[in-house]
């Protein structure tokens, strides 16, 4: 089973996407409105280190991804957690300004390590803070010097400022940067801002077409080097059309990948901190082999891409941040990524049948910490 323990609530940045929303007034959703919120829930992690252990070694295989806030706020906890759990694997998603806290030798036990990053220098500093790109990189090249091996994926969010064919190409495209791997996520949950913002323009004009766009270079790079690019939008749907898979919720979370909060109670979703009506239980008495699952519900169970999509995200299912417009508008984002990829499926199944790729190579990390499906 997969695990996000989140560490802190606590953050030493304020993007403009997500805690510079804080700043604004916004009209939450009816269904956010009617959500239940633990306020009395800790800022810190806040309970005994050994519930925490006792509780993992009731799995024979569990992985520990740590999250935050920004997790790195206690990189005391994280040094402490990675030589002492009973677990041997660990993840984090970090904006990596404060890798260099940790030494060596723990950083190198890390399976995968998600840096956010959302494209180039002057994107990521408008988004993020000035110098938190070159800060951020040189992070990542001093870990790579230092032996780390790992899975080193860049984790964008993409609003309307991003030209997505560039974001992505520029992460790719350089030796320097060290990623393995690429992720990104539309920030489209519309807490109450949609009316301010240029997104049905946006999806229109770029993000769609640069899909289309990133989907054949994607191919192409297959063709002319016999490389598979872990871009995971692409990686993980197209591994299970070339299987024949269906797939549910592609980030695991309710039913493969849970959250254990700050003080002990697992919920089903990283983002669903203190959302305690879909606790599933605590780590003081539960079987991380036993525990509920929390589905999907709405209209996704009526959707024709269900078996692609999964429903794309439990947080925005269960709190319906969105009119029909703005659902429409972000399901066709997904709905244009089901055709790019259906389209591309021919292509990708003849450069395996000549050998020029094979199957093996998509495999990779499921329930990493990337929710896939943008």
Same mark, same amino acid.
């Given at each position: 089973?997969?695990?996000?323990?989140?560490?802190?609530?606590?953050?030493?940045?304020?993007?403009?996407?997500?805690?510079?929303?804080?700043?604004?007034?916004?009209?939450?959703?009816?269904?956010?409105?009617?959500?239940?919120?633990?306020?009395?829930?800790?800022?810190?992690?806040?309970?005994?280190?050994?519930?925490?252990?006792?509780?993992?070694?009731?799995?024979?295989?569990?992985?520990?991804?740590?999250?935050?806030?920004?997790? @790195?706020?206690?990189?005391? @906890?994280?040094?402490?957690?990675? &030589?002492?759990?009973?677990?041997?694997?660990?993840? =984090?998603?970090?904006?990596?300004?404060?890798?260099?806290?940790?030494?060596?030798?723990?950083?190198?036990?890390?399976?995968?390590?998600?840096?956010?990053?959302?494209?180039?220098?002057?994107?990521?500093?408008?988004?993020?803070?000035?110098?938190?790109?070159?800060?951020? =990189?040189?992070?990542?090249?001093?870990?790579?010097?230092?032996?780390?091996?790992?899975?080193?994926?860049?984790?964008?969010?993409?609003?309307?400022?991003? &030209?997505?064919?560039?974001?992505?190409?520029?992460?790719?495209?350089?030796?320097?940067?060290?990623?393995?791997?690429?992720?990104?996520?539309?920030?489209?949950?519309?807490?109450?801002?949609?009316?301010?913002?240029?997104?049905?323009?946006?999806?229109? &004009?770029?993000?769609?077409?640069?899909?289309?766009?990133?989907?054949?270079?994607?191919?192409?790079?297959?063709?002319?080097?016999?490389?598979?690019?872990?871009?995971?939008?692409?990686?993980?749907?197209?591994?299970?059309?070339? &299987?024949?898979?269906?797939?549910?919720?592609?980030?695991?979370?309710?039913?493969?990948?849970?959250?254990?909060?700050?003080?002990?109670?697992?919920?089903?979703?990283?983002?669903?901190?203190?959302?305690?009506?879909?606790?599933?239980?605590?780590?003081?008495?539960?079987?991380?082999?036993?525990?509920?699952?929390?589905?999907?519900?709405?209209?996704?169970?009526?959707?024709?891409?269900?078996?692609?999509?999964?429903?794309?995200?439990?947080?925005?299912?269960?709190?319906?941040?969105?009119?029909?417009?703005?659902?429409?508008?972000?399901?066709?984002?997904?709905?244009?990524?089901?055709?790019?990829?259906?389209?591309?499926?021919?292509?990708?199944?003849?450069?395996?049948?000549?050998?020029?790729?094979?199957?093996?190579?998509?495999?990779?990390?499921?329930?990493?910490?990337?929710?896939?499906?943008?």
């Amino acid at each position: 089973m997969y695990f996000h323990l989140i560490l802190t609530d606590e953050c030493n940045l304020c993007c403009t996407y997500c805690r510079a929303k804080a700043f604004l007034d916004l009209e939450e959703s009816e269904g956010e409105r009617a959500l239940k919120i633990d306020e009395d829930l800790p800022i810190d992690l806040a309970f005994d280190l050994e519930l925490l252990y006792q509780f993992l070694k009731k799995d024979p295989d569990p992985t520990l991804t740590f999250y935050g806030g920004e997790p @790195l706020m206690r990189a005391d @906890l994280v040094e402490t957690i990675v &030589r002492n759990c009973p677990g041997q694997r660990f993840m =984090m998603q970090t904006n990596g300004l404060l890798l260099d806290r940790l030494s060596p030798a723990v950083v190198n036990r890390f399976s995968t390590i998600l840096v956010s990053l959302d494209g180039t220098k002057e994107l990521t500093d408008a988004n993020r803070g000035a110098g938190v790109y070159d800060r951020v =990189m040189k992070n990542v090249r001093t870990i790579r010097a230092n032996g780390y091996t790992g899975e080193l994926i860049a984790r964008m969010t993409v609003t309307e400022s991003t &030209r997505i064919v560039d974001a992505v190409r520029h992460l790719a495209s350089n030796p320097d940067y060290a990623f393995s791997s690429i992720h990104w996520q539309v920030d489209a949950n519309f807490a109450g801002d949609y009316a301010l913002r240029e997104f049905r323009d946006w999806a229109t &004009r770029d993000y769609n077409p640069g899909i289309r766009t990133l989907v054949s270079y994607w191919v192409n790079q297959m063709a002319e080097t016999g490389t598979v690019l872990k871009w995971y939008p692409f990686l993980d749907p197209m591994e299970d059309l070339l &299987r024949g898979k269906k797939s549910r919720l592609r980030c695991g979370s309710g039913y493969a990948n849970y959250s254990i909060m700050t003080d002990g109670n697992i919920g089903p979703c990283p983002v669903m901190i203190g959302m305690s009506r879909y606790y599933v239980g605590h780590i003081s008495d539960a079987d991380p082999k036993n525990l509920p699952t929390v589905s999907i519900g709405n209209e996704c169970r009526t959707c024709s891409i269900l078996d692609f999509c999964g429903g794309r995200c439990l947080y925005s299912n269960i709190t319906q941040p969105w009119g029909e417009e703005e659902r429409q508008l972000v399901c066709g984002t997904v709905q244009n990524l089901h055709d790019a990829l259906h389209e591309a499926l021919p292509r990708v199944r003849e450069l395996i049948r000549t050998r020029k790729i094979s199957l093996q190579d998509f495999a990779h990390e499921k329930f990493n910490g990337c929710e896939i499906i943008p």
